[in-house]
């Protein structure tokens, strides 16, 4: 039964596993079965969808995923509603599955025409009672849709009536998510993913496309075929805090960062930092002439050149906050003896224009010192540069660019973006289902860093390794977006960081 996707710990397939997937399912299953399977919870969802409807329109693509437009087609005639498909393709030359649906719904009634270049106009047009069911193209979309095809997306675009898309909508490639400026696009009002997952629908342009997510992963074991990733979940948990313990039980975060006139990136990385734990938070300023007081969070402290006195075991040190170019002299002062780091910004522009930083960087995971790399797409562009590899393709391949710098640099990444990216090395990624538009605002990026070095800072870490804090903080500061701005208009970062959950 299809049923809506939460943010739980579910595997998600790129198009090769999902493939694989399938032909081993259906090696256990008599022919036809998985076909059956979702072309009936198409049509379950379509019903539920528009309980009102009295017309549905489908529209067929030349592959198994126009199979399944057939087969819910079938369901839907049955079921009394007036039904009326579109045929795009050559029906001699449909997968075997997708043919024989076909003829399952034609012999049941179905009226099949071949796609005319537009849906029904004028009075015949489907309303928005009604229902259009995109099962056009699938998840293996590897170019942007062209000819009839993309006529199709713009046709469905078009119409009144609310649109299904089955498994993934039109036009978004399933691997990645990120589709060609220009490029058509189903926009679905809901989505049902069939079988298992994708990591499109996530990242990318997915969360705009796809709607509200629907899956039904049709009775098959998906842990027959590994997945390419995994969609994050809530791991807000913290350390029971003891009537004994104080301040000093909470480890301490100290921002590294606030050059001349970027002072404030530095206070909100700090104030973030505050409220997500920490026990203490000092903030460094790089700018001699900064302010020692943050009139808006007086419990933030503040230090002068920071120095290896200042940290222990149970310190985690955020630097690039506005840091400028004098991040180059300061990261040669931590990378070494540091324990907990977490580098942003500035610090990451550091790394890129310098190789030795680099190697200190991948230095450090052997020593028992853990890192978090936050970049941004241009910096993550900026980072695979340096070592020599393309950046041209971030966001066309941001699973493989994250995993690409946590191997290279042997630290945990969160490539940042819509479905943010986390990875670590020799660990299969995840994506941050939560946030939205209301974090596109200048310093979201330092409130992240703040939120993440406090979250750290509380746990012993072996309790806590850098992976598990950062996909918390990701997960906890996209749930605040949408909390506090459910229609993603701007939350600034100030108000970001007062307002931890």
Same mark, same amino acid.
């Given at each position: ?6 943010? !739980? ?72 509603? +007036? ?75 078009? &119409?009144? /009536? ?21 490029? @058509?696009?189903?926009?679905?009002? @809901? ?14 342009? !997915? ?8 899956? +039904? ?16 979940? #809530? ?29 404030? /990136? ?57 840091? !400028? ?64 590899? &393309? ?14 710098? /946590? ?10 973006? &819509? !479905? ?5 090395? +020799? ?73 931890? #959950?």
């Amino acid at each position: 039964m299809p049923h809506p996707v939460g943010c !739980g710990a579910l595997p998600l397939h790129d198009a090769a596993a999902s493939r694989r997937l399938e032909a081993a399912a259906a090696a256990l299953l008599p022919t036809h079965t998985l076909m059956q399977r979702a072309g009936l919870a198409v049509a379950r969802l379509a019903r539920a969808m528009a309980p009102f409807a009295r017309r549905v329109d489908i529209v067929c693509g030349p592959g198994n995923n126009g199979g399944d437009g057939f087969e819910a087609a079938l369901h839907l005639l049955h079921a009394g509603l +007036d039904v009326r498909v579109a045929a795009l393709g050559d029906a001699a030359r449909l997968p075997t599955d997708a043919a024989t649906s076909l003829q399952r719904a034609v012999q049941a009634g179905v009226v099949v025409k071949p796609w005319r270049g537009h849906l029904s106009q004028g009075g015949d047009a489907a309303g928005p009672q009604d229902l259009l069911i995109d099962a056009l193209l699938g998840r293996g979309l590897n170019r942007p849709a062209e000819g009839a095809l993309a006529q199709a997306i713009s046709a469905m675009q078009g &119409s009144a /009536a609310p649109v299904l898309a089955v498994d993934i909508p039109s036009g978004l490639p399933g691997d990645h998510g990120v589709v060609p400026t220009g490029a @058509a696009v189903v926009r679905a009002r @809901a989505t049902l993913a069939l079988l298992s997952l994708a990591p499109g629908l996530f990242t990318g342009h !997915g969360r705009d496309a796809v709607g509200e997510l629907w899956w +039904d992963d049709l009775g098959v074991d998906l842990v027959m075929q590994p997945p390419a990733a995994w969609l994050n979940e #809530d791991l807000s948990s913290a350390p029971l805090r003891q009537h004994r313990q104080h301040k000093g039980s909470f480890g301490d975060v100290r921002v590294v960062g606030g050059a001349a006139q970027m002072v404030g /990136a530095a206070l909100l990385a700090g104030r973030a930092a505050l409220h997500a734990g920490a026990g203490r938070v000092y903030v460094h300023p790089l700018d001699p002439q900064a302010p020692r007081l943050d009139p808006l969070q007086p419990d933030l402290m503040f230090g002068g050149a920071i120095a290896p006195s200042d940290w222990s075991a149970q310190t985690t040190v955020l630097a690039g906050c506005g840091g !400028g170019l004098a991040m180059d002299e300061v990261l040669e002062n931590l990378l070494e003896p540091c324990p907990r780091l977490v580098l942003d910004a500035d610090a990451l522009n550091a790394l890129a224009r310098c190789a030795e930083l680099r190697r200190q960087l991948r230095a450090r995971r052997a020593r028992g010192a853990a890192t978090v790399l936050t970049p941004h797409p241009l910096e993550a562009r900026r980072l695979l540069e340096s070592l020599g590899r &393309s950046g041209d393709a971030v966001q066309y391949d941001r699973l493989g660019s994250a995993r690409r710098l /946590a191997d290279a640099f042997d630290c945990v990444v969160v490539l940042k973006g &819509s !479905g943010t990216v986390l990875a670590a090395p +020799d660990e299969l990624p995840w994506i941050n289902p939560t946030g939205n538009a209301a974090l596109a605002v200048p310093g979201s990026g330092d409130v992240l860093a703040g939120w993440l070095a406090g979250l750290w800072s509380p746990w012993d870490a072996r309790n806590c390794t850098a992976l598990r804090a950062a996909r918390q903080a990701v997960y906890r500061h996209g749930r605040l977006a949408e909390r506090l701005s459910p229609d993603g208009s701007p939350l600034s970062a100030s108000r970001q960081a007062m307002a931890i #959950d």
